[in-house]
C-alpha cells in the first residue's frame, strides 16, 4: 500500500515556538503538497512542492515556510506559532496512477 | 482562479435511502477533472469517485455516482441504499488537467450523518 505518514497525530505547542510537521512518502513522487483544514473553510493549500528544493506558495502561505531536501520529505515550518494556527494540517502528494494520496493528518494546538 | 462552491454544510440521510449532495464550480479552462473526496472521522482522505471534463458520461462506483453538468458547471454526488458508514464529511474538488503539480481546490464540505 502507498503510505503518506504525518509524524504526529496530535501536536500541543505554546505560541511563539518554532514547530515542525513533518510528511514522508514512500512513492517516489515528485508533487507533494501541505493544505490546513478548519471547520466550515474546508481545505486551503498553504505550500506545494513539485521537485526537490522547489516551492510554491498556495493560497495561505502568510506565517509558514516549507523545506523539500529529499524526494520524500516535505516539512511545514511555522516560524513563531500563533492561536491563530491551531488547526488540523494534512499533507498530500501525487504522482502517476494512484493519484493524489493524503496523510492522515495532525491536529495542531497552540497555547 | 478556479472555485469550488458546496452549499449545504449538513445534510442528513435514513438509512438505505438516497442522497444527493450538491457542488458547483466556476472555471474558464475546457479540460479539467473533478473529484468527491470523503473523509471519515479517522481523517483519512478517501477518494469517492473522479470525473474527467472531456467524458460526457457520468463516472458511477458501485453505490455513488456524480450528474456532471458541464455547461452548467455543476457536479453533484449521488449515494444510493446509504448506509451507517457514509457518514462523513464530503468533499468536492477541482484540479485543471494541465500539468500533475498543480493542487487540488477544495470545496468547504458537506457533513453527512446517516440515520438508523
Known amino acids: 500500500d502507498v503510505k503518506v505518514t504525518q509524524s504526529s497525530r496530535y501536536l500541543v505547542k505554546r505560541t511563539g515556538e518554532k514547530v515542525f510537521l513533518e510528511c514522508v512518502q514512500d512513492m517516489d513522487h515528485e508533487n507533494m503538497f501541505w493544505y490546513r483544514q478548519d471547520p466550515g473553510l474546508g481545505l486551503r493549500l498553504i505550500y506545494f512542492s513539485y521537485d526537490v528544493k522547489m516551492k510554491e506558495k498556495g493560497d495561505i502561505p502568510e506565517g509558514y515556510s516549507v523545506s523539500r531536501e529529499k524526494k520524500e520529505r516535505f516539512s511545514l515550518i511555522l516560524e513563531s506559532a500563533s492561536t491563530n494556527q491551531t488547526s488540523m494540517y494534512l499533507c498530500a502528494s501525487f504522482g502517476g496512477p494512484v493519484g493524489y494520496t493524503f496523510g492522515s493528518g495532525t491536529r495542531l494546538t497552540v497555547v | 482562479a478556479q472555485t469550488v462552491t458546496q452549499s449545504q454544510p449538513e445534510m442528513s440521510v435514513q438509512e438505505a435511502e438516497t442522497v444527493t449532495l450538491s457542488c458547483t464550480y466556476d472555471t474558464s479552462e475546457s479540460d479539467y477533472y473533478l473529484f468527491w473526496y470523503k473523509q471519515p472521522p479517522s481523517r483519512q482522505m478517501i477518494l469517492v469517485i473522479r470525473q474527467e471534463a472531456y467524458k460526457q458520461q457520468n463516472a458511477t462506483e458501485n453505490r455513488f455516482s456524480v450528474n456532471f453538468q458541464k455547461a452548467a458547471k455543476s457536479f453533484s454526488l449521488k449515494i444510493s441504499d446509504s448506509q451507517l458508514g457514509d457518514a462523513a464529511m464530503y468533499f468536492c474538488?477541482?484540479?485543471?488537467?494541465?500539468?500533475?503539480?498543480?493542487?487540488?481546490?477544495f470545496g468547504k464540505g458537506t457533513r453527512l450523518s446517516v440515520i438508523a
Open positions: 474538488a477541482y484540479r485543471t488537467s494541465f500539468s500533475g503539480n498543480t493542487p487540488l481546490v
